[in-house]
Every structure is written in structure tokens, then in C-alpha cells.
């Protein structure tokens, strides 16, 4: 805005800009310039053409145009000979010739006297100079743009002042403009934007109830919202509309005693009337901790005691070290920080000091090897790590590898089984006739209807204790199609006779899912095996509708069974088999499992920390909050949702439904979740715990208060040792929200003392400038390895050596397979070969994952969702144009699957990701037992590159795991 100033003088009237305010083309603008033509141009340029300049301010005469000449004078009205003293003031007459008839000439400056209306600014020539000031129209060397814009102009608008000026927009300068508004119809699904007021940006809404519109799976009964109550009908079976016991008995039931009318009727009593029946004593289990009752005689009501140091239980997070009086002195170790016992340099380095190499003295260190110190280190042998006097894959598989596998050669090695190469190991034993149209394949193959039979013949598989191991048994419909009416394990008999039960085989029936549109290349429309239905399930022990089934003619199905070895079976061979009874037949498959000399933990080594949708269950399995029986009914599901994850190595990092409201009592919050944070919880994998739990504080008044009370009750209980809470601060910056957004919320937070977890990497965290604000950098499985788009794994290392509570997570999305929308199909070599977890990926993309997790030496997996579409998982799940991205579950109503009551069924991907998180767990104890090097060059040799996971053949996977299981019994009988 400009605010012009008018000066008159003799040669008429000059407009320009007032000093210091900017023309319209940035330019600063000067008062009262004359003689100046490059000035009076610009300011003419500025003002615009002459017919659309502005007019004189209100009281000032009109000003002239600027490209208009000088005026003319007239002519001199009056006498041409005029007198002094004629009292008329003409001719040449004036102040100066004649004062009688024209007055006294005012003062002028120059005159020498400085009159009262002069002065230092006017008129410096009789008045002085005036003193340097801001306002005296001078730029004195002490004075900028910035301190007095009048004397030395306006400073240059520059992005970051404050101020908005010039051709400064949001664009161009959100620091001084604020950002851009969300604008409809830009691309960008961002800000306040969503599928319903923006499905130009963020898509289409998925159809849902209380969207307005009653569609194709909505009815009155479920979504009265959309569709309009049902009319209430007595004897319906619905108490509805303006029903009730008085009206309609037959529905609603027979109205109640009323809780206050005096009498004590049969079925009140002093827990749920008090009023009539009097207050009930106390007892131990009523839910009150009052009376006498105690911590310590009564921890169901008044809550489990915190453990003291002292007193003389040696329980929560007490050990040896921590409180000897109750837990007892340590005995000495390796690793314990004490160089003591027998304990030297030599047996114990990381205690007391690695030794000084030296040939000769009696130990074999430093770089001391049997090649060049025989005398310390002994002669080279097999299994001392290196290949060498003579050693080769045949006689030292230990130090130089497997030989490839190759049949005839008398080594029943590699991939070789008894139904491979019956000559190196041996004919499988035949129990009984197995039929043509019956075969045997490993768990790591997706078997569709049009797939051929494969040619196994029995089950041969190997695990470790505490492992699950599943094998598939196909059966094809023939041309006429075939009946299976049921399938049973037998006990699996091992060394000593020791018996491993039937009942710890699973039998599944592997339910078929259609993908409507191939999610990417490697895909394919059509039926794939995914819902798992169990034949008996392993959460209420209810036996669903698995079988009978029938395979339609020219079709294929595929029986999973898995076994799940005892924590204490003894390592070696067992045998048992697997009975099918179908139409044409009785068929028995032998089935040989050898037990590997090593368990592995219930808990995963490697923290996971999949999401589940906090009402998803309720509302899948019972259409809303209310029907599924409020906050118990999402309690119990989500609880149940848990378990079923923590059998496949899992954690549902967000299965808290709500925290207390009362820090003070933590009672019903304990009882719910409590069983799953200490391994109490009644799974399959016993002991097995939680690793994540996420800490929401986005909507609550003071998160620095709520994260902190939080986690101080996690470390009262002792349950901070395996378990890592977080907040998902921001997730994919700036589209989930934005940077100064992660800004704001992270701090309070992080004074709370919980973990802050970003989706985003390195370089964006230091562009942006909150990489001191994460302490859980998150990026892109696909952004993080060499080559890829991003930083590879080694630019993240010194962000996390800065400070010890930061962690490096990764996580998989729909860039494995292409990011489209709904069901469109992905196109392009860059969006397969990936790890991927959707429905029409082959079953070793599932797998792989971890293989590159423990590569790269990532500390935890997130997964953004296991419920997105669990309400129409039967029937739909295309999104981000892959089948199945984000759900990884399916509701098991009994009117589905059979059986009494609800239960989560697990997808065929969870059970093929446990598979590479137990693939994991072999790696990590390669690592711990000091061979992390070899583990390493065993992952590059199988998967060569992130995008490569496809080449891979299952044969080659199993036989480099056998390779993982040997080299640990060798090294722990080292």
C-alpha cells in the first residue's frame, strides 16, 4: 500500500511515494525529487497510466498528470507602470521593492536570522545543523534500515523477517507468510483433507456405517444410521423400538425386580443391590480391596505388592545383582563385569582384559591361528574356522561350507531327502500306500486350486525345540472331485521312545481367499489359500467345520498341519503320520520330523509392533460397540486378537483399548492386560510376552504427565525389561502430519521418559531438524539398503551411537507391490521382487523379511495395520491395489467356521511370517554364539538384493537353514 505525498513549489505540484515505502515494484520511492527524470519515470511507472492514477487526497487541489508540460504564465493584471506607495501591489512591485503596498517580506532562509518559523531541518543555513537523529531525514552512520526506515529506507523483504512483504507468498515463504491452505484437487491428501471432503486428493471413502448411505452389507439391524431402524415386531427375537418387558415379554424379557423397593428379591443380592440386600462382607475376589485384605494376602482385589529389596522374595525386576539379600550373591560368570573364579584373559577377555597375542604362551588369541602358532593353537583342525590343510566342503563342511547338494554322492546334504535322493539318505519308510493324488510339499509354497499335485510323498521337516514347523498335504478332486472327511496326527515317536502328542499338531484347513485384480505383475487374479480355519482351535478348543470338505473336480487342496515342538523334546528323530479319510479312501502319510539340539524363545528377539484397530474386532464380529458388549466385549476380542499374534511371534502393539482414568488404581487395567505383558497370558507358546505397547497422548490435556505415568507403572511392575513403549509421534512427515506439528508434540513426550517413533529417515529428520526429537527413526524397508532411493543402513549409525535409548525400526507398505488405489493393478519392474506381505505375493516374500531385518541390524518391525478391512476380509480386502495390505486377520463367526462362539482366524501370510521370525532367531543365536560374519555371507548367498526375494527357490531357503542349525550344534559342542 502506498501513501503518496503532495509538494508544491514554483514549478508546480510533485507527487511521489513517502520515504521508505515501496512502490509496486519493489523499489523504494522518494518525496519531492525534481529534475530527476529516471525518478519521475519510475514514479510514473509506479502510479500507473494517467487514467487510472490516483486522485488528490480529499482538500488538496487536483493534481496535474505527470507527463504533463510546465504551465504557462498569464498575463500581469493591473497598471503597466505602477507606483510605490499607491497602495496596490503590481507591476514589479513586492515584498522586497516595495513593503508599503505589497507588506513585509517573510523571513526567508538565508537571511541570516533564524525566525520563528525556521529551523535546523528547514533551514540549516541560519538555524545550525541539526544533531543526528532518526527522523532528520538523514542516514546517519549509525542508523540501517532496520532501526529508522524514514532516514534510510525500507530493508529489503527477505524470507524469515517476519514480516510478509513484496513477492513474498505461503509459497514462496511460509516462515513469514504461513503455509498454503489445504487446496482440493493439488494431488496432496494433507491438512484437514479426507476421502469426504476431498476424494479428488485422498480417494473415494470406503463404504461405512454413519456415512449417510445404506449400502450393499448395511441393514436396519446393524446400521440403523444409515438405514433406518427396524420396525419393532413382538416376538421377533429383538427388544427394539418401543419394546420393553412390560409390552413385550416375549422379547425383552420378564421385567426385573427394581433395586430399591425394599425386598431382597431372588436374584438381587448385596453385590447388586445393596440397597435392598445390605452390604456384602468382604472376601477376598470381590473386586474391593477393603476389610483386612492386603497385597499381600489378597493381590486379585488389592493388587499385586511391589517388590522390596529385602523382602525376602526374590520376584518383579530383582536379580543377583540387584539385590543379593533376597535373590542370593552371583555366581561368578563370563560377562558379569567381575574378572573372578577361574576366570583370566584367556577364558573370560570381556571380564578381565584380552590377552597380549603371544606364540608360545599356552593361549591361541589375538590374531594367533593354528597356520602360523601351532604350538599355541594346535594343529588345523575342522571347525576351527578356517579352510585350510587340506580341508574342503566334503571333509570339513564346518570351516569351508556345504558342498552343493548333488544325489549319488553318498552325502545326504543340501535340499536332499529321502523323496529326493532316496540313494545318499535312505528310502522314506512307507506306512502305507500313498496314492498318486496325494502329495507332500513344505510350508513355504501358496498351493492354488490349479496348481499340480506335488511329488512328496511324505512329510520330512526339521525345527528346533519350541519351533513351529508346518508341512502341506495336497489332495486332488480327480475328475469327479473327492470328499476329505477328516484328518488326524498321530504321536510322534522319537530317541528313547520319547513321544511328542498328537495334540501338538495343528490341522488346518487352507481356506481360499479370490483377488479380484493381481495386486502388481507377479500377481494374479483368482482363488489363494490364506484363511487358516483349524480343525480344533487352539483358543476355546472347539472343533469348527475345517472338514469334512470337499475338492472340486480338477482342483487342488492343500491340508496344513504344523507341529510344535516340545520345549523339552530331546534332539533327534521321530516318526509318526498323518491319516486322511476321504471318499475314496483311507490314506496314511509318514511323517519324519528331526529335532535339532537347541530351543528358541517364546518371546521374538526382534521387537514387532503391528497395529489392530481398537473397535475392529467388536465391530467385525458384532456390528458396533454396543452389540459386541462394550468396553468388556473390545477387552476380551482385542485381548484374544493378542494371543492369537503372540502364537505367531507377534506383537499388537496398540491392544490397549483405553488406559486408567485413576492413576492410583491400576487394578482392572492390570487383570486385562497384565497376562500378555508377563508371559501369563494362556497361549501356545508358553511365557510368551509382548515387546511393544504404544502410549497414545495425542488428545489428552498434558501428555508429559499421562506418558509419564505410564511407564512409571511399567517399571513398578517389572515389565520394562522386555517391553518398549512408544508414542507414534508423527507418521510420514509431512503428509500424516506435518514437521512443525512433530515439533510441538514430541518434547513433552520425551520429558515423560517415553520413546518417540517417527516414520521418516535420516535425512529428512536432520533437514527438518528433529532428529534429536526421535528417539525411534522409522523409515522405509525399501529406502534403507544400498542403492535404494534413501540412505542406506550405515548412514544411521551415528544418529544412533548419539544416545542409547534411540532404536532403528523399518517397516513394509504397499511399496513392495506399488501404491495404487482400491483394486488397480500396479504396473512396472519396481514394484516386484520385494518382501511383501499381500495376499497374491509368493509365500517366501512373506518370509524374507527378517532375513534383511537381521542383515541390517534393525531393532524392531512395524506394520500399520492387521484389521484396515477385517469387516469384509471374507469378501474384500483391495486397497492401496494390493489384496490384503493391512489385514492380516479374519473374523472367525461361528456361522462361518462352526463352533459356539467368536475367534480370531489367522492369515496363511502370519503363519509364513512367523516362519522368518523364527529364521531370525537362528541368525541371532549364530550372533550370540560369536558367527555373526558366517550368518551374514549365508543371507547374501540366498537373497543377493532387497528386490531379488522372488529368484529364490524354497528348496535352496530350507537347505541354507539345515546349514544355520548344524554350524549352532557345532559351535555350542565346541
Given amino acids: 500500500m502506498h501513501r503518496w505525498i503532495l509538494t508544491v513549489g514554483l514549478a508546480g505540484v510533485v507527487i511521489g511515494c513517502e520515504p521508505g515505502a515501496l512502490s509496486s515494484n519493489g523499489t523504494a520511492g522518494l518525496t519531492g525529487v525534481e529534475g530527476d527524470a529516471d525518478l519521475q519515470a519510475a514514479d510514473a511507472q509506479a502510479l500507473g497510466p494517467p487514467g487510472e492514477r490516483p486522485r488528490a487526497p480529499d482538500g488538496l487541489p487536483s493534481l496535474p498528470p505527470l507527463d504533463a508540460g510546465p504551465t504557462e504564465a498569464g498575463p500581469i493584471d493591473g497598471d503597466p507602470s505602477p507606483t510605490c506607495g499607491d497602495a496596490q501591489c503590481n507591476g514589479i512591485e513586492s515584498c522586497a521593492t516595495c513593503p508599503a503596498d505589497c507588506g513585509a517580506c517573510p523571513a526567508a532562509c538565508g537571511d541570516g536570522a533564524c525566525d520563528a518559523t525556521e529551523g535546523c531541518a528547514d533551514c540549516a543555513a541560519d538555524c545550525g545543523a541539526c544533531p543526528p537523529g532518526c527522523g532528520d531525514d ?217 590377552c597380549a597375542p603371544r606364540c608360545g604362551d599356552g593361549q591361541c588369541n589375538g590374531d594367533e591361528t593354528c597356520d602360523d602358532c601351532a604350538e599355541d593353537c594346535g594343529a588345523c583342525r575342522c571347525g576351527d574356522d578356517a579352510c585350510n590343510g587340506g580341508e574342503d566342503c566334503g571333509s570339513c563342511a564346518a570351516d569351508c561350507g556345504a558342498c552343493p547338494a548333488r544325489c549319488g554322492d553318498g552325502a545326504c546334504n543340501g535340499n536332499e531327502t529321502c523323496n529326493s535322493c532316496a540313494g545318499d539318505c535312505g528310502e522314506c519308510p512307507v506306512l502305507a500306500e500313498v496314492p498318486g493324488w496325494v502329495g507332500v510339499v513344505h510350508g513355504t509354497l501358496k498351493v492354488r486350486p490349479g496348481d499340480p499335485v506335488p511329488d512328496g510323498q511324505a512329510a520330512d521337516i526339521a525345527a528346533a525345540r519350541n519351533e513351529f514347523e508346518p508341512y502341506q498335504v495336497v489332495v486332488d478332486g480327480g475328475a469327479q472331485g473327492r470328499r476329505i472327511e477328516g484328518v488326524e496326527a498321530s504321536a510322534l515317536v522319537g530317541p528313547g521312545n520319547h513321544t511328542i502328542p498328537a495334540e501338538r499338531s495343528w490341522i488346518y484347513r487352507a481356506g481360499l481367499y479370490n483377488v479380484t485384480s493381481a495386486s502388481n505383475d507377479e500377481g494374479a487374479p483368482g482363488p489363494w489359500p490364506d484363511p487358516m480355519i483349524p480343525l480344533v482351535d487352539p483358543h476355546e478348543g472347539e472343533v469348527r467345520d475345517a472338514y469334512p470338505f470337499d475338492v472340486p473336480a480338477n482342483q487342488r487342496h492343500a491340508v496344513w498341519v504344523e507341529v510344535h515342538v516340545p520345549p523339552d523334546a530331546p534332539a533327534g528323530d521321530y516318526r509318526g503320520s498323518v491319516t486322511l479319510r476321504t471318499s475314496t479312501g483311507v490314506v496314511e502319510v509318514p511323517v519324519l520330523l528331526h529335532v535339532f539340539d537347541f530351543g528358541l524363545p517364546s518371546t521374538s528377539s526382534l521387537k514387532t509392533a503391528f497395529a489392530i ?241 537381521f542383515q541390517n541390524r534393525i531393532q524392531g518391525e512395524l506394520y500399520f495395520q492387521t484389521t484396515h478391512q477385517l469387516r469384509s476380509a471374507w469378501a474384500n480386502q483391495c486397497d492401496f491395489s494390493g489384496s490384503g495390505d493391512g489385514t492380516m486377520f479374519y473374523p472367525g463367526k461361528p456361522d462361518i467356521i462352526g463352533g459356539d462362539s467368536d475367534i480370531p482366524i489367522v492369515s496363511m501370510r502370519m503363519k509364513l511370517i512367523r516362519e522368518g521370525l523364527e529364521d531370525y532367531e537362528y541368525l541371532k543365536k549364530l550372533e550370540d554364539l560369536g558367527d555373526r560374519a558366517w550368518a551374514e555371507a549365508q543371507i547374501a548367498a540366498l537373497f543377493p538384493a532387497f528386490n531379488r526375494v522372488t529368484r529364490a527357490d524354497p528348496a535352496e531357503l530350507y537347505a541354507v537353514r539345515r546349514a544355520l542349525a548344524e554350524r549352532i550344534e557345532m559351535l555350542q559342542g565346541r
Fill in 138 to 354: 538523514v542516514c546517519a552512520a549509525d542508523e540501517t534500515c532496520a532501526q529508522c526506515p524514514r532516514d534510510c529506507g525500507a530493508c529489503e523483504p527477505s524470507c524469515g523477517d517476519g514480516a510478509c512483504v513484496g513477492t513474498e507468498d505461503c509459497g514462496s515463504c511460509a516462515a513469514d507468510c504461513g503455509p498454503c491452505p489445504d487446496t482440493c484437487g493439488d494431488g496432496l491428501c494433507v491438512g484437514e483433507e479426507q476421502c469426504a471432503n476431498c476424494p479428488a486428493d485422498c480417494g473415494a471413502c470406503p463404504p461405512r456405517c454413519g456415512d449417510g448411505a445404506c449400502d450393499a452389507d448395511e441393514s436396519c439391524g446393524d446400521c440403523p444410521g444409515d438405514c433406518g431402524a427396524c420396525p419393532a415386531v413382538c416376538g421377533d427375537g429383538a427388544c427394539d423400538g418401543d419394546e420393553a418387558c412390560d409390552t413385550c415379554e416375549r422379547d425383552c424379557g420378564a421385567c426385573p425386580a427394581a433395586c430399591g423397593d425394599g425386598a431382597c428379591d431372588p436374584d438381587e443380592t448385596c453385590g447388586n443391590c445393596r440397597a435392598d440386600c445390605g452390604a456384602c462382607p468382604p472376601r477376598c475376589g470381590d473386586g474391593q480391596c477393603n476389610g483386612d485384605e492386603a497385597c499381600g494376602d489378597c493381590p486379585q482385589d488389592c493388587g499385586a505388592c511391589a517388590p522390596r529389596c529385602g523382602d525376602g522374595a526374590c520376584n518383579g525386576a530383582e536379580t543377583c545383582a540387584a539385590c543379593a539379600e533376597d535373590c542370593g550373591a552371583c555366581p561368578p560368570r563370563c560377562g558379569d563385569g567381575q574378572c573372578n573364579g577361574d576366570e583370566d584373559c584367556g577364558s573370560c577377555a570381556g571380564d578381565c582384559g584380552a
Fill in 613 to 853: 484397530g481398537w473397535d475392529s474386532a467388536c465391530v467385525a464380529h458384532h456390528g458396533g460397540y454396543n452389540q459386541c458388549g462394550r468396553d468388556a466385549g473390545i477387552e476380551h476380542l482385542n485381548t484374544l486378537y493378542a494371543k492369537a499374534a503372540l502364537n505367531h511371534r507377534i506383537t499388537l502393539e496398540s491392544v490397549v483399548y483405553t488406559w486408567p482414568v485413576d492413576y492410583d488404581d491400576w487394578r482392572h487395567w492390570d487383570s486385562v492386560y497384565g497376562p500378555l505383558i508377563e508371559g501369563t497370558a494362556d497361549t501356545l507358546l508358553e511365557g510368551a510376552r509382548l515387546t511393544t505397547m504404544q502410549v497414545y497422548t495425542l488428545n489428552v490435556d498434558d501428555p508429559e504427565t499421562h506418558a509419564r505415568r505410564r511407564r512409571e507403572h511399567i517399571e513398578a511392575r517389572g515389565w520394562d525389561d522386555t517391553l518398549t513403549l512408544f508414542n507414534y509421534t508423527c507418521d510420514e512427515p509431512p503428509h500424516g502430519c506435518t514437521w512443525q506439528q512433530l515439533r510441538q508434540r514430541a518434547p513433552a513426550v520425551q520429558r515423560g521418559g517415553v520413546r518417540t517413533l517417527t516414520t521418516t529417515n535420516i535425512g529428512q529428520a536432520v533437514q527438518n531438524g528433529v532428529d534429536g526429537m526421535v528417539d525411534i527413526l522409522t523409515p522405509i524397508m525399501n529406502w534403507t539398503c544400498s542403492g535404494c532411493a534413501y540412505e542406506d543402513r550405515d548412514a544411521y549409525q551415528a544418529w544412533l551411537d548419539a544416545a542409547p535409548q534411540r532404536q532403528l525400526w523399518w517397516y513394509q507398505s504397499c511399496v513392495s507391490h506399488g501404491c495404487g488405489s482400491g483394486c488397480t493393478t500396479s504396473r512396472g519392474a519396481g514394484t516386484t521382487g520385494w518382501p511383501s506381505y499381500v495376499i497374491d505375493a509368493s509365500a517366501i516374500q512373506a518370509r524374507a523379511m527378517e532375513w534383511f531385518t
